[in-house]
């Protein structure tokens, strides 16, 4: 919402605009996650020294995460939808018809074309990203099949404008693999008091671990960066009122069209 704000103030940056459309137009079968999951596959594996049966077995893998876990747990989230309508109409008969608004997550977005298209386009961008961020050691693998979740939001907020989801994206995808980085040695020890990882390994998450919320926690129980707690916090607080003040902005506007 913060960026959204900020690029309405640009003139004529303001005014570009392009669709989901466009983009699967643009790139027709190639588009498809099954394909991008197996080239990204490709690039990983020769990237890491893997030799040629390790490079397609990781591509067809990879192919596999990029088609099988959206779907997977799309369901699951549907079926959260008719217990939110239920659990919202029970809570509006008992407090005498006062209006409930029940959150959901952001995979219950994770069919419309727009976000699809953009999670397409941020696959290999993270990767992208996580090379060219400076201090980063996280290089994305398993995450990327939930790209979606990292965007969803944001495609939402920016009401389909896949231009400037393009802008938040780069923006939230920095910061989650800069604050990955930031959590890795907390993951490694966890992974490794679970013994599920082996002696020398390390692991990251951009899930949890790149989470504004994790990082500004970690920073209450350590208090050794305090300038930048106060500045995360200050941004992210700022984030939190200006997407409260745009939501009853919208239920005005509701409320409006429905007494017309």
């Known amino acids: ?149 990292f965007v969803a939001m944001a495609v939402a907020v920016h009401r389909g404008n896949l231009f400037r989801t393009l802008i938040s994206g780069v923006i939230i995808m920095s910061i989650t693999l800069w604050i990955a980085t930031q959590t890795i040695g907390l993951h490694t020890q966890l992974a490794a008091n679970a013994g599920a990882l082996k002696a020398g390994g390390m692991v990251a998450s951009m899930d949890q671990g790149g989470s504004p919320i994790t990082w500004l926690l970690i920073q209450v129980f350590s208090p050794q960066n305090i300038p930048g707690f106060i500045i995360i916090g200050a941004i992210y607080l700022t984030g939190i009122f200006m997407t409260w003040r745009r939501a009853r902005g919208f239920i005005k506007q509701e409320k409006v069209v429905l007494a017309e």
């Open 1 to 149: 919402v913060l960026v959204d704000a900020i690029i309405e103030k640009i003139p004529g940056v303001n005014r570009i605009k392009f669709s989901a459309d466009d983009i699967q137009r643009k790139f027709g079968p190639f588009g498809e996650p099954v394909t991008v999951g197996f080239v990204m596959g490709l690039i990983i594996g020769i990237l890491a020294g893997y030799d040629v049966k390790g490079v397609l077995q990781l591509a067809v893998k990879t192919a596999a995460v990029m088609l099988l876990m959206p779907r997977v747990i799309k369901p699951i989230m549907d079926g959260l939808t008719p217990i939110a309508k239920q659990a919202r109409s029970r809570l509006q008969a008992k407090f005498g018809g006062q209006e409930f608004l029940i959150g959901l997550d952001p995979a219950l977005l994770l069919g419309h074309t727009a976000v699809v298209s953009a999670s397409l386009i941020f696959i290999p961008l993270t990767i992208l990203i996580a090379v060219c961020v400076p201090g980063n050691q996280v290089l994305p693998f398993g995450d990327l099949a939930t790209i979606g979740f």
